[in-house]
């Protein structure tokens, strides 16, 4: 008898998820839990585990199913909580191929106007392997190896943070192969997005549908390891948390008043172009050129526009300004008055 339970992947397979698209069964808590578990030790012959993740996929996960998956993660992920409360970026670790990553200008920007920002990725995460986060931060000049406790330590002095996740989050690293051979997304790239290795209280997050807004809120709601004050989500660009320009919408989650939607028009908010005006030739290399000109006041085209609202979001999901127009003011104070910059310097000093 092993020490898991009673439901090795082969067993909920031919008994509770693998019977198809309409006939398939949702786990319950004990059984997604010890089916994470027996995931993270390695244990499932290879085969049995791309069968599950296929079938996760078709059957589309319940909320009660990655609160399971996400707590089993929390249990071997290493945190490093720092003084200050920050808000939490998981961005799609696939990462961009097309358009340029704004998301770290932005945290900086939020950072300089006294809303802390931590962001975290991997680095060539399956399954599209293109740029994120670290890769900007490279190219910066910034450190990004570090242990988790260095990153917390990273966000008290600078405002802003990076968490490496293959030193917080080992386990989920150690899948890079078995992923890769998958081909398509499997849950863990929704669940590993949801880590919050700050221990944060905010998780800041994005979506194509909003329906998948709704099943993180509800992933965080039933969560046993993990206890949020505050959810924001938006439609993003490439799956990533960059706002998407146009026409696009909004949701927010307090435990106070629930799941809120809304749609806003990013021109009303200086964002007026189109989404092919913030295509890249090279994504990490012309993202992190665009951030230092941007911070550092020489740009004020629509780059200085889409790193002002994206920043607004920030601000506005830390609770420091009460509308999305109030952090767009803050934000490009930041900016003008050299506070961003000097946020930059820091990082690149730490």
Same mark, same amino acid.
């Given at each position: 008898?092993?020490?898991?339970?009673?439901?090795?992947?082969?067993?909920?397979?031919?008994?509770?998820?693998?019977?198809?698209?309409?006939?398939?069964?949702?786990?319950?808590?004990?059984?997604?839990?010890?089916?994470?578990?027996?995931?993270?030790?390695?244990?499932?012959?290879?085969?049995?585990? @791309?069968?599950?993740?296929?079938?996760?996929?078709?059957?589309?996960?319940?909320?009660?199913?990655?609160?399971?998956?996400?707590?089993?993660?929390?249990?071997?992920?290493? =945190?490093?909580?720092?003084?200050?409360?920050?808000?939490?970026?998981?961005?799609?670790?696939?990462?961009?191929?097309?358009?340029?990553?704004?998301?770290?200008?932005? @945290?900086?920007?939020?950072?300089?106007?006294?809303?802390?920002?931590?962001?975290?990725?991997?680095?060539?995460?399956?399954?599209?392997?293109?740029?994120?986060?670290?890769?900007?931060?490279?190219?910066?000049?910034?450190?990004?190896?570090?242990?988790?406790?260095?990153?917390?330590?990273?966000?008290?002095?600078?405002?802003?943070?990076?968490?490496?996740?293959?030193?917080?989050?080992?386990?989920?690293?150690?899948?890079?192969?078995?992923?890769?051979?998958?081909?398509?997304?499997?849950?863990?790239?929704?669940?590993? =997005?949801?880590?919050?290795?700050?221990?944060?209280?905010?998780?800041?997050?994005?979506?194509?549908?909003?329906?998948?807004?709704?099943?993180?809120?509800?992933?965080?709601?039933?969560?046993?390891?993990?206890?949020?004050?505050?959810?924001?989500?938006?439609?993003?660009?490439?799956?990533?948390?960059?706002?998407?320009?146009?026409?696009?919408?909004?949701?927010?989650?307090?435990?106070?008043? @629930?799941?809120?939607?809304?749609?806003?028009?990013?021109?009303?908010?200086?964002?007026?172009?189109?989404?092919?005006?913030?295509?890249?030739?090279?994504?990490?290399?012309?993202?992190?050129?665009?951030?230092?000109?941007?911070?550092?006041?020489?740009?004020?085209?629509?780059?200085?526009?889409?790193?002002?609202?994206?920043?607004?979001?920030?601000?506005?999901?830390?609770?420091?300004?009460?509308?999305?127009?109030?952090?767009?003011?803050?934000?490009?104070?930041?900016?003008?008055?050299?506070?961003?910059?000097?946020?930059?310097?820091?990082?690149?000093?730490?």
């Amino acid at each position: 008898m092993s020490d898991y339970g009673e439901w090795p992947l082969k067993r909920l397979m031919t008994e509770v998820v693998g019977s198809g698209t309409k006939s398939a069964e949702d786990m319950t808590r004990e059984q997604a839990t010890e089916a994470m578990e027996r995931i993270l030790d390695d244990e499932p012959d290879p085969t049995t585990l @791309g069968a599950f993740w296929l079938a996760n996929r078709w059957k589309h996960n319940t909320g009660e199913e990655l609160a399971a998956y996400v707590d089993a993660m929390a249990d071997r992920v290493e =945190t490093g909580v720092p003084d200050v409360d920050p808000v939490d970026c998981g961005a799609n670790y696939d990462g961009k191929e097309r358009t340029a990553i704004l998301g770290v200008a932005a @945290g900086v920007v939020a950072a300089a106007a006294g809303t802390p920002v931590v962001v975290h990725s991997g680095d060539r995460v399956p399954t599209q392997k293109n740029d994120a986060y670290k890769h900007v931060l490279d190219e910066l000049g910034v450190r990004t190896v570090l242990r988790p406790a260095k990153s917390a330590a990273m966000v008290e002095e600078t405002g802003f943070g990076f968490y490496y996740q293959p030193a917080f989050n080992p386990a989920v690293d150690d899948l890079f192969d078995r992923r890769d051979q998958m081909g398509v997304r499997t849950f863990i790239n929704t669940v590993e =997005t949801l880590a919050n290795p700050a221990g944060a209280s905010v998780h800041l997050g994005s979506f194509y549908h909003l329906s998948f807004a709704k099943k993180v809120v509800e992933t965080f709601e039933r969560s046993e390891a993990h206890y949020l004050d505050r959810v924001i989500m938006f439609q993003g660009m490439e799956g990533y948390d960059d706002i998407r320009p146009g026409y696009t919408k909004f949701a927010e989650w307090t435990e106070a008043e @629930g799941l809120a939607s809304d749609e806003i028009e990013t021109g009303a908010y200086g964002m007026d172009f189109e989404t092919d005006d913030l295509s890249v030739e090279d994504v990490a290399g012309d993202s992190a050129r665009l951030t230092r000109e941007v911070l550092t006041g020489d740009r004020t085209d629509l780059w200085h526009d889409a790193v002002a609202l994206n920043a607004a979001v920030r601000i506005y999901a830390g609770g420091n300004v009460d509308t999305l127009d109030a952090g767009l003011d803050a934000a490009r104070t930041a900016i003008d008055n050299g506070s961003a910059a000097a946020v930059l310097e820091n990082l690149r000093g730490f």
